[in-house]
């Protein structure tokens, strides 16, 4: 988007200048290489010329040499400040290259030296959705529409920048209309990709299959789509999808551990167990897989397979914070407190930002008993990570089952967490049931309802969940609600003692030594 404007200075030397005129020439032919040899030979002859600078960064700019790029631009700035295109050129470059601070502050000078510059105000609202300012990012951007329907880019990062702002549906409308876009295809995917990564998984199931037969890497295409479904819980389709790509021809270890939990999530652990292994066979020094591995068997009670796989994820990856953290995670069902505690440790110092291993290491201190060191570790990683909505979750349900039961002043403090929680998470489900089993007992059961429902809803495989609310639906004398969500809770609890029914004797003993 590096936009070239008319050479109109003086020429300094007629070698320079027929150089400098050679290479205008062949760069409005499209001919890039030859106008970098003459514009470099222009330079040369002619140092401090401007314009020869910043046309050469200009054509090297078109040419992706970004960094040489901007050393000329910058040159040909210092010596004409006021050069409005050129510092936009220099803007444009710096947010390829990701300096999205220094690119802010160059765009920013050129909006407030020409208000109306559509292209400088086209990339400052994309700087500003990429330095996450999404409400700046919608002002700018929707003050252009005909420049950002130009590129499926800056479509996307308008619809991202809906998305965060709470406009779902705005965001929804500037991807459909990607299917329109002479982008084609490529710029239909990314839109896919916008509305998968802000979870919004039908419009990005309905993107990606808009595009099945043109998209060129039907495999590409294919496993996104999969994924997609796999998050809309169409878990069998989500199989379809697959084989399709394995019967074309496409196998990878992505794609099989995407079979295995598509397999899983339908009961079938055997078939899941098998993917695993072909996922493992196409890329044994993928942890993930392993990782995978290890969550199954933990969840159906195999502790020491469940054991055996997060360690050997950390073979495969020994400063695996995520191994680490598995391996912690096991070792706190079997029983292993201090082994779990010295696990969570290493994967937070592995990663200072990981709000799972430092929630770990919270809950393995309060299983030792030592409420005020995990207290202390949940403190500390807030005041770092303000953001984390997990952190906040765990910290007020410690407070609301420990101090808080008995302490209205923690109580109230614990409310506040968990409502910070879900002011920054609405899909954590443990702070809407802490809250309504709070409201629960004591009495105030429209809340409790309204919690508790919020909760079923955002995590409907959670037998628990299904309990309290059932108790809420018999205060409110609403027997068949109850009814239902009794039946619930009974077919989560008979499946979840169907599981461990289904772990041997000899796996569950060697599990808990």
Known sequence: MLIAVPLVGVAQGGSAQAHAERGRQAFARGEVNAAEAELRQAVRLAPEDAEYLALLGVVLGMQQKLQESDDYLEKALRLDPTDSATRRNLGWNQFQL????????????????????????????????????????????ESIPEQVRQRPESMAALARAYYYTGRQENAREVLKKLQLHPAGPEGVFLGGQVAAELHDFETAASLF???????????????????????????????????????????????????????YKQDDFKGAAAALDKAIALDPAEEMNYLDGAMMLLEHHIYGGALDAAEKALEVAPDSYRGNRLKALVEIKMGRVNDAESHYRKAVQLNPADAQAITGLATAQLDKGNAPEAEETLKKAIDRLPREALLYQAYGSMLLWGEGANNSASEARAVELLRKAIALDGSLAEAHYQLGKLALREDRIREARQELEAAVKLDSASSKNHYALAQVYRKLARTADAAREVEQFQALKAKEERAFAGVSAAQRSDGNH
């Open 98 to 141: 990701g300096q999205l601070a220094r690119a802010k502050t160059n765009l920013e000078r050129v909006v407030k030296q020409k208000p109306g510059d559509p292209q400088a105000i086209l990339v400052l609202g994309m700087v500003n959705e990429e330095l996450k300012d999404y409400r700046v990012a919608v002002r700018l951007l």
């Open 209 to 263: 299959g808009s595009i099945h037969e043109p998209y060129p890497d039907t495999a590409k295409l294919g496993y996104n789509l999969a994924l997609a479904e796999y998050h809309m819980r169409q878990f069998a389709q989500g199989v379809e999808t697959l084989r399709r790509i394995t019967a074309a021809g496409h196998e990878s270890s992505e794609i099989y551990n995407l079979f295995a939990w598509n397999l």
